[in-house]
């Protein structure tokens, strides 16, 4: 098969991609080794900023978001003792949308056969080929049939663990990577959420969120180390782990149920640099990770996705080449603030075991700078939203 751009993944980036593409005419398709079954069913985060709102608007495949999602204009900082409310719709003139990440990559899939986006699900072996040719190509095999795909430009939209960052050579490839000692244990419930915006509580027992997805269906998260598993912890003893954590008056309203879903998932930060070689683009997790702390995964990736799709639509519209050439350079910048702020919220809400008193000094010391300067609070406002694109 022949086509302008081969996607691989088909995760939130690789869809979105795809559709936008196919908006302007560009010809794709997208390369997938999962069933759709199996995609939908990984829970994310669930906090959209202004940026990955408006793409699916764009798009016209927002109106279950409309329906659906919740607007909030505002969040809070737990410090122990009070809840600080960063004000963000009257600090920065936005607000973030509270639709689960699962649900927008529920979206773009369900219009995949409307809107004439090609996916292949379930292809084993996807390997790419030339990269840093005009004449790159991908393989892979299905029901026992090695296919090719010759694309222009290929781009890389397969996570963290796929193959196509592996596909640029570690002699011009730069890494960075942080790990946290400690991991997210995470549960979602059919319950009312304990207050109608969310909390992040650096509590002394360490870190805690309390988050939802609808008015009905609740998400907690505690920060547990690293070598936790999740059968150690039952629904009681996580519910009463929260309550503790978030503070008497979030408990006082806290209603427990059972888990729908519970698991761990430990904290990274990991960005991969160039995010173009040749003829191969890199989106989304497939160049960097963040963590969880702010939401930022999702949004990343559309505004990567968001550069991308300008850069080929410019290059198959226009005969312009100018922004792939300068697609690392414009992805990356926005990529390390996000770093920056996921890394920062991090550092400032989760107790690290290495920590003495100097740095929770530090924290306590932020914390109250926070609470009392309308500059610390729009500073953390503008990146909550979302950073301009
Ligand atoms: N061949 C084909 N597809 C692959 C391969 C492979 N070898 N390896 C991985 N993939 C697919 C995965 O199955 C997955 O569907 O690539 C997709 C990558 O999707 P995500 O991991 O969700 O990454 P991305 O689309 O970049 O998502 C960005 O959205 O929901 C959030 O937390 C999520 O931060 C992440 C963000
Ligand atoms: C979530 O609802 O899952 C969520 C919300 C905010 C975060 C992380 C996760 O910062």
Redesign the pocket.
């Known amino acids: 098969m022949r086509t302008q751009i081969c996607i691989i993944g088909a995760g939130p980036a690789g869809l979105l991609l795809g559709h936008l593409l196919r908006a302007e005419g560009v010809e794709c398709v997208v390369i997938e080794r999962q069933t759709p079954d199996y995609i939908l069913g990984r829970?994310?985060?669930?906090?959209l900023e202004e940026i990955t709102v408006s793409l699916m608007a764009r798009l016209g495949l927002d109106a279950r978001l409309k329906a659906e999602g919740l607007p909030h204009g505002g969040f809070n900082l737990a410090d122990g003792e009070r809840l600080i409310r960063i004000d963000i719709a009257d600090l920065t003139g936005k607000q973030v949308v509270?639709y689960g990440q699962t649900e927008v990559t529920r979206d773009l899939m369900a219009a995949r056969e409307e809107r004439g986006l090609e996916v292949v699900y379930e292809a084993a072996d996807v390997a790419l080929h030339d990269v840093e040719s005009d004449a790159p190509f991908v393989t892979y095999t299905k029901e026992g049939t090695e296919h090719r795909v010759d694309a222009r430009f290929v781009v890389g939209c397969d996570g963290f663990h796929g193959p196509s960052r592996k596909a640029i050579p570690a002699n011009v490839a730069k890494e960075y990577l942080r790990e946290y000692p400690f991991g997210w244990l995470?549960i979602l419930a059919d319950v009312p959420p304990c207050n109608h915006e969310?909390i992040?509580a650096n509590h002394e027992r360490g870190f805690a969120?309390a988050?939802?997805?609808s008015e009905s269906r609740s998400?907690y998260?505690v920060d547990v180390p690293l070598t936790d598993r999740v059968e150690e912890w039952s629904d009681e003893r996580l519910w009463d782990e929260l309550a503790v954590r978030l503070g008497p008056e979030a408990a006082a309203h806290m209603t427990r149920g059972p888990a729908i879903e519970k698991s761990i998932a430990p904290l990274r930060s990991y960005v991969f640099a160039p995010m173009r070689h040749g003829s191969l683009l890199l989106c989304g997790d497939a160049a960097h990770i963040v963590p969880?702390?702010?939401?930022k995964g999702l949004n990343l990736a559309a505004s990567d996705v968001h550069y991308a799709a300008e850069a080929l639509t410019g290059y198959f519209r226009r005969n312009d080449a100018g922004a792939i050439a300068a697609y690392s350079d414009t992805a990356l910048a926005r990529v390390w603030k996000s770093e920056r702020f996921s890394w920062s919220l991090t550092r400032l809400m989760h107790r690290f075991p290495e920590d003495g008193p100097f740095e929770r000094a530090m924290q306590v010391a932020e914390l109250d700078y926070i609470a009392t300067s309308r500059a610390a609070q729009t500073a953390i406002a503008e990146n909550y939203v979302g950073l301009p694109i």
Do not use: C, D, K
């Not at 829970?43 to 906090?47: E, K, N, S, T, Y």
């Not at 969880?292 to 939401?295: E, I, K, Q, S, Y």
């Open positions: 829970i994310r985060a669930g906090v509270v995470g969310l992040y969120l988050s939802m997805r998400r998260y969880p702390t702010g939401a």
